[in-house]
């Protein structure tokens, strides 16, 4: 054993240098998170075993991609956020300051993120956008439809999870969260099939990170919903925007904190705009293709 | 050359209706100091707020003339200081070398190969050289209280605040770990809690007594030793006039007193005598066997 000290000093990398590092790491952790790791094999298999196989209505596939992209991601980035709570003595001492270390592992959900943009790829692949699963939609719309049950709840889910993380002691609320948005979705998604022509109920089934967009039934094929998908991709976005800021938000002082607390403002009232436009946008009554 | 100083002004701090420090006034400068003091008498808290763990509610701290108060200033701090608390927890699945390497991370080693050296160094300073690859969860208890004072050693920082260092650290060990840490003083500002008052008299210098909040004595060690002297003694029972007595191995009974007495059989004072009879022995006549 050595018991001469060196001379070592830190190589000071500093701000942006230090965020890539830390964000490098966090990715590392989290790619090799059982959970994690189960959601991206489930969905791959999911997404593999699909192909070629006709499809009643694509939401009903696309659910799975979001509950284990999304939702096992936010418990995993949960994990990943509240594992270095206990080394919170020494952690909280280092120069690297609570936000940044949170803006870390907020930079981890381009890993889900990537996940949901090959599946989308893959999807798009095995179920072409011409197929009458789709239901009424235009072309484009079509793409917004599967980009926000497949592509955004894959960010969304765990960006939740890190600002769930900061904020919340109780080491089962991603499970308790999970539970209650899969909840909601489905009793939403209930309620709109039985009143389809309200538009307070189309408000409700949009108030959520994740929607149905169309229904089968075997009585009249697929069933398009009222609601703009592309202003709903805007409002998911805008809650992403949310779950990062209420993130960054622990642990900021001063200027920092003045800055989050005006974005968050602004991201909220986007968020609101996106929401009355997804209700007000696309279809104005239920169309069955 | 400006000497590295931490200088504290009437600094108190509560916990709700809890009062843990009052008043405390210190200058400390390079070399070890220690700090005595009985459960409670608010060690914990002046370390933290040495750290910047912890802001005072009264008064003012400079560490290395920066105000921790200050959000940047605070992080120049921690750029410049090491701290081992009193009780550290692991992350789950982490070895002490992959969470030396973490805190490393944070402290802004970006480079990871210097980074990596730094890590190996600490480890080996410690003695946890053959075991960084041994996940932290199955080391013992004195082990894992290595790796947490690895940290606080990474890139000799200017400033290293231990809190029980040696608790649970066997002789060995903790000989070499007064070794680094009286090499690291020579240019450091090394305060360190303990209850060994064998490490405070074999390292110190300087010695810091805290008794409910407020410092009952601060100066040299042997200077409070001195305090002793002639007031400890050996005799075949309990001496009613000592404050505090306990059998010693060899079946006699070690007497401290406050008063001077020239009728019995004189010891040479250790720290410990000193420090009981600082503090009154205890709340009443203590008699231990």
Known sequence: ?289 | MVTASISLRGVGRTFGATRALAGVDLDLKPGVTGLLGPNGAGKTTLLRLLATALPPTQGRVSVLGLDPEVPAERTNIRRQLGYQPQEVGFPRGFTAFAFVDYIALLKEWTEPAARHAEVRRVLDLVGLSDLGAKRIRAMSGGQRRRVALAQALLGSPAVLILDEPTTGVDPEQRVTLRTVLAELARTSIVVLSTHQTEDVAALCERVIVLERGRVRYDGPVTELTGQAAGRVWLADEPDPAAKVSWRTGTGRYRNVGARMRDDVEHVEPSLEDAYLLLRGGSPEHEVAS
């Open chain 1, 1 to 289: 054993m050595t018991t001469a000290l060196a001379p070592a000093r830190p190589q000071t990398g500093v701000g942006r240098t230090t965020f890539v590092a830390l964000a490098a790491r966090e990715m590392r952790r989290f790619v090799v998170n059982p959970v994690f790791l189960f959601a991206v094999v489930i969905t791959a298999w999911w997404t593999w075993a699909g192909r070629g196989t006709a499809v009643a209505d694509i939401g009903l596939v696309n659910a799975f991609t979001a509950i284990f992209l999304g939702g096992f991601g936010m418990m995993a980035t949960f994990w990943l956020t509240r594992s270095m709570r206990a080394s919170d003595p020494v952690v909280g001492v280092t120069p690297v300051t609570l936000p940044a270390r949170t803006a870390a592992l907020c930079a981890v959900a381009i890993v889900p993120f990537g996940c949901g943009c090959l599946a989308l790829i893959a999807f798009l692949h095995f179920h072409s956008a011409s197929d009458p699963a789709y239901g009424a939609f235009s072309p484009s719309a079509r793409i917004a439809v599967v980009a926000g049950q497949i592509v955004v709840p894959s960010l969304g889910g765990p960006l939740l999870g890190v600002a769930l993380g900061r904020w919340v002691r109780f080491p089962g609320a991603a499970l308790v969260l999970f539970l209650v948005l899969w909840s909601w979705v489905s009793l939403v998604t209930v309620v709109s099939g039985s009143h389809p022509d309200s538009a307070p109920v189309a408000v409700l089934r949009l108030f959520a990170g994740f929607t149905f967009f169309a229904l089968h039934s075997d009585a009249g094929g697929v069933t398009a919903w009222r609601g703009s998908p592309w202003f709903f991709l805007g409002w998911q976005l805008a809650l992403c925007a949310i779950a990062v800021l209420v993130a960054l938000l622990r642990g900021a002082e001063g200027r920092v904190r003045t800055r989050i607390i005006r974005a968050l403002a602004i991201a909220g009232v986007a968020a609101l705009v996106m929401l009355v436009l997804a209700a007000a946008g696309g279809f104005t009554h239920p169309v069955t293709a």
